[in-house]
């Protein structure tokens, strides 16, 4: 990986802006003033692409969506990103280039943790509010008083990610007794491996593997050797894209087959890598932040998916934007809530705004609590099952997945273990 002074060269030099989003004809209202101009990087290349062009496609929608009902404030909202090529080193220069060249008034942040920490040096020298997409934890080193998370990662962040991976582990009978712990060397999986550990604890699991990968690790087979040779019940992993699908190949090329393995394996939501692996996935218990059941599909996310789904195919991105569409259009949701409450574009008036007040987005009421974390987690745990093909139909919907906490949320029990599902 570049060093960030190498990569901020190479953008500054090099990295060509992808452009604002260019506008349909808006209501005459909408055209009183100059536009709000709203500034954001997004992993448009590298392997973090394939999440974030469906949160892009997501944000594009927000942004038609707002200004065909008049804008904000009197004024249309313009959207002007670059893609970050999920490169963290690139990041910097990008909010730099957004705040000083560009003269955006507002800011939101890049997707995943990787991507929003190294922007936060900027921020808070330049004093603006900040929401980050799918970040965690990222405050806890920074404690900056404007930073918003959208992520439904709850207050206690960092184990979040693998808790109901260990609660269901933990209920089974017999309870299992030991597990293996694997992750990237990287933000987001180092800080969700500190919480497996934290998990582990609290069920009484003994950690017979902690080992962290490289993240230009290519062959896996070697790491799942050597978890095999520990011999855990359970295997937990915190992994990015290519990782989550790199193991995934070699826990089956190697006929692996724990009592349970997944938790926080990033990469496995989007519908992408779900027809790569296919069957694959079966059995494997993983992370998700939302899911197209009776329980979570309200009238306004199917409204938007609509649209998403209609537009898929021609943008080039996630054909059915489960996983990061419906946030990429939340996440601006937040920011408009906050504009409309406060009735200013001021950063101070927007955070003191969120602070106090839960917002409404498609994907529910938000409230942000201590840190800007939100104050009650929704995260999910899923399992795959029945997947027989690669085709993309069998991904609609809950045919192949059941979610198996939170306990309000659930729609099944957990296929125990792992080889049943197979």
């Given at each position: 990986?570049?060093?960030?002074?190498?990569?901020?060269?190479?953008?500054?030099?090099?990295?060509?802006?992808?452009?604002?989003?260019?506008?349909?004809?808006?209501?005459?209202?909408?055209?009183?003033?100059?536009?709000?101009?709203?500034?954001?990087?997004?992993?448009?290349?590298?392997?973090?692409?394939?999440?974030?062009?469906?949160?892009?496609?997501?944000?594009?929608?927000?942004?038609?969506?707002?200004?065909?009902?008049?804008?904000?404030?009197?004024?249309?909202?313009?959207?002007?990103?670059?893609?970050?090529?999920?490169?963290?080193?690139?990041?910097?220069?990008?909010?730099?280039?957004?705040?000083?060249?560009?003269?955006?008034?507002?800011?939101?942040?890049?997707?995943?943790?990787?991507?929003?920490?190294?922007?936060?040096?900027?921020?808070?020298?330049?004093?603006?509010?900040?929401?980050?997409?799918?970040?965690?934890?990222?405050?806890?080193?920074?404690?900056?008083?404007?930073?918003?998370?959208?992520?439904?990662?709850?207050?206690?962040?960092?184990?979040?990610?693998?808790?109901?991976?260990?609660?269901?582990?933990?209920?089974?009978?017999?309870?299992?007794?030991?597990?293996?712990?694997?992750?990237?060397?990287?933000?987001?999986?180092?800080?969700?491996?500190?919480?497996?550990?934290?998990?582990?604890?609290?069920?009484?699991?003994?950690?017979?593997?902690?080992?962290?990968?490289?993240?230009?690790?290519?062959?896996?087979?070697?790491?799942?050797?050597?978890?095999?040779?520990?011999?855990?019940?359970?295997?937990?992993?915190?992994?990015?894209?290519?990782?989550?699908?790199?193991?995934?190949?070699?826990?089956?090329?190697?006929?692996?087959?724990?009592?349970?393995?997944?938790?926080?394996?990033?990469?496995?939501?989007?519908?992408?890598?779900?027809?790569?692996?296919?069957?694959?996935?079966?059995?494997?218990?993983?992370?998700?932040?939302?899911?197209?059941?009776?329980?979570?599909?309200?009238?306004?996310?199917?409204?938007?998916?609509?649209?998403?789904?209609?537009?898929?195919?021609?943008?080039?991105?996630?054909?059915?934007?489960?996983?990061?569409?419906?946030?990429?259009?939340?996440?601006?949701?937040?920011?408009?809530?906050?504009?409309?409450?406060?009735?200013?574009?001021?950063?101070?008036?927007?955070?003191?705004?969120?602070?106090?007040?839960?917002?409404?987005t498609i994907m529910g009421e938000i409230k942000f609590g201590?840190?800007?974390?939100?104050?009650?987690?929704?995260?999910?745990?899923?399992?795959?099952?029945?997947?027989?093909?690669?085709?993309?139909?069998?991904?609609?919907?809950?045919?192949?997945?059941?979610?198996?906490?939170?306990?309000?949320?659930?729609?099944?029990?957990?296929?125990?273990?792992?080889?049943?599902?197979?």
């Amino acid at each position: 990986m570049l060093s960030r002074r190498t990569g901020l060269r190479a953008f500054l030099g090099g990295v060509a802006m992808l452009g604002a989003f260019a506008l349909p004809a808006a209501p005459a209202a909408a055209q009183q003033g100059e536009p709000i101009r709203i500034g954001f990087a997004m992993a448009l290349t590298g392997p973090l692409a394939a999440n974030g062009k469906q949160a892009l496609l997501g944000a594009k929608i927000w942004e038609e969506t707002v200004n065909k009902k008049g804008g904000l404030l009197g004024r249309p909202v313009k959207l002007v990103y670059y893609d970050d090529q999920s490169n963290p080193s690139t990041v910097p220069g990008i909010y730099t280039k957004l705040l000083d060249v560009d003269k955006v008034e507002l800011v939101v942040g890049p997707y995943a943790t990787a991507q929003i920490a190294p922007a936060m040096p900027v921020i808070m020298q330049k004093g603006k509010m900040f929401i980050g997409l799918f970040g965690l934890a990222v405050n806890s080193e920074f404690n900056y008083p404007k930073y918003f998370a959208m992520i439904p990662s709850g207050p206690i962040t960092k184990p979040s990610f693998t808790e109901g991976f260990f609660e269901a582990a933990a209920a089974q009978n017999p309870k299992p007794q030991t597990v293996a712990l694997i992750a990237s060397d990287q933000e987001f999986a180092r800080n969700a491996c500190e919480g497996a550990r934290e998990n582990a604890k609290k069920h009484d699991l003994k950690v017979v593997y902690d080992r962290t990968y490289p993240p230009t690790t290519a062959d896996f087979t070697p790491i799942v050797r050597a978890i095999q040779a520990a011999n855990p019940d359970v295997v937990a992993v915190c992994s990015y894209p290519l990782d989550s699908v790199g193991l995934v190949r070699a826990v089956n090329e190697l006929n692996y087959r724990p009592k349970m393995f997944g938790g926080a394996m990033v990469g496995l939501q989007a519908t992408v890598f779900k027809m790569q692996l296919g069957p694959l996935l079966n059995g494997i218990v993983n992370y998700e932040t939302w899911v197209p059941s009776e329980k979570m599909l309200n009238s306004e996310v199917k409204e938007f998916l609509s649209v998403y789904q209609a537009r898929a195919g021609a943008e080039g991105v996630d054909p059915l934007g489960y996983y990061l569409g419906t946030w990429g259009y939340a996440y601006l949701e937040v920011l408009q809530r906050a504009v409309e409450g406060s009735k200013s574009i001021n950063d101070d008036k927007l955070a003191d705004y969120l602070r106090g007040n839960p917002v409404k987005t498609i994907m529910g009421e938000i409230k942000f609590g201590k840190g800007g974390e939100w104050a009650q987690s929704r995260m999910l745990q899923v399992q795959y099952h029945g997947i027989k093909s690669n085709t993309v139909d069998q991904f609609k919907g809950m045919d192949t997945q059941t979610v198996i906490t939170p306990a309000d949320l659930k729609t099944g029990d957990v296929i125990y273990p792992y080889e049943k599902a197979k």
